[in-house]
């Protein structure tokens, strides 16, 4: 789930629905309690739950509020500034807003309380939308909403060129690649048997130029509380590990990051094509292995690289890194099952291992050599195989 909670005081009703308004109307996924607690429900967990799986957090502040000496919103704030301070210091998640009254001065960090956080005035009709402008600016700029935005320009950039310039610079922004929808050559059909087939016909999907990172994974991790790989010291990562990709990851750890990024785990027709283009190539740079292109046991062999270091190990659709070093996650619909398949090799395997066709099942496996990366495309349902 990630979304923008918002904590407020029911006196203020009228205030919050017009930024509920406002909010999704530009596609912000906005968590009121009013409409999201269902009846049965546990409502303080899934207000705990909500704060802590948000990609924002809107305080909104009034004089009713400064007049309260008690109120649950009291009990969300305590929940949210637990959760600012495990975010690092430059980074925006909780927003002040301001219908009339003073933000409190509740201590945050050592030295900085909640009036040192930049609010935004909606005390006056005329201060709306200059308010709701940059309440957006703030969060149309994360990752997560960049995720979603470029979803939507995937699906309209054929018929709307002119939403093409948009569409590179976030793909540029959030480290991807866009691959063009069509069919390919595949190196195996169906059920892993090496040959020269026709792959499935795909939708275009942009996936990440690098396997997710330590660094990429350790945010997850202090944002969510989500468990983290056995290797790290707690939730974090040793700093000269920060650029290697993330490993130790099984399939469902890899889907939550996901989600949480705004997009999902590639499917093996996909993470194929992305890793050799239409052409049929064995590996990403041709057909002949060479092993100064990537980190298998020919090359480096045993332990992992930073990512980005095997410029001429790049694939046609200049994915780095889909040769050795980690294998990666695949989850490919077939009939009303899901299956989890690992592609590319690792830093322990060998040549083999590391062509594009190869993948081998697993579905109740955590390895050290396991990583991902992440895809924004069509559900995976839609995809079809000739």
Request: proline share 5%.
């Amino acid at each position: 789930m990630s979304h923008v909670f918002v904590s407020y005081l029911h006196e203020n009703d009228k205030e919050i629905q017009m930024l509920y308004t406002r909010l999704t109307s530009y596609g912000v996924e906005v968590w009121l309690d009013r409409y999201e607690i269902k009846p049965g429900t546990d409502w303080r967990l899934a207000i705990l739950e909500a704060i802590q799986e948000g990609n924002f957090f809107i305080a909104c502040f009034s004089k009713e509020y400064n007049d309260r000496n008690t109120t649950f919103m009291n009990e969300e704030l305590a929940l949210a500034i637990e959760q600012l301070r495990r975010r690092p210091i430059d980074q925006v998640w909780f927003i002040p807003v301001l219908f009339s009254g003073k933000v409190p001065n509740w201590p945050i960090r050592p030295g900085q309380t909640l009036r040192d956080l930049e609010w935004v005035e909606l005390d006056k009709e005329e201060k709306w939308e200059n308010g709701i402008q940059k309440i957006l600016k703030v969060i149309l700029r994360s990752s997560f909403y960049k995720a979603k935005r470029l979803a939507k320009l995937l699906t309209s950039i054929k018929d709307n060129p002119s939403c093409r310039n948009e569409f590179d610079r976030i793909l540029e922004e959030l480290n991807m690649v866009y691959v063009e929808a069509g069919t390919f050559t595949s190196g195996s059909d169906r059920y892993g048997e090496p040959g020269k087939f026709e792959g499935p016909n795909l939708g275009a999907f942009c996936i990440d130029k690098y396997p997710v990172t330590n660094w990429n994974y350790m945010q997850f991790v202090k944002v969510t509380e989500h468990s983290a790989p056995d290797h790290w010291c707690g939730a974090n990562c040793p700093d000269n590990l920060l650029k290697h990709p993330v490993k130790d990851i099984h399939y469902t750890d890899a889907q939550k990051f996901a989600q949480w990024a705004g997009k999902r785990l590639p499917t093996q027709w996909e993470w194929e094509k992305a890793a050799r283009g239409t052409d049929g190539r064995e590996f990403p740079w041709g057909d002949e292995f060479e092993s100064q292109r990537c980190n298998t046991r020919e090359s480096v062999g045993k332990h992992t690289n930073c990512i980005g270091k095997y410029s001429g190990g790049v694939s046609p659709y200049r994915c780095w890194d889909m040769a050795g070093n980690v294998w990666e996650w695949t989850l490919t619909p077939e009939g009303q099952n899901i299956i989890p398949l690992l592609h590319g090799g690792s830093c322990m395997y060998y040549q083999y291992q590391a062509r594009c066709s190869y993948r081998i099942q697993r579905e109740r496996i955590r390895d050290e050599n396991i990583g991902f990366r992440c895809v924004i495309g069509p559900d995976t349902q839609n995809i079809e195989e000739n």
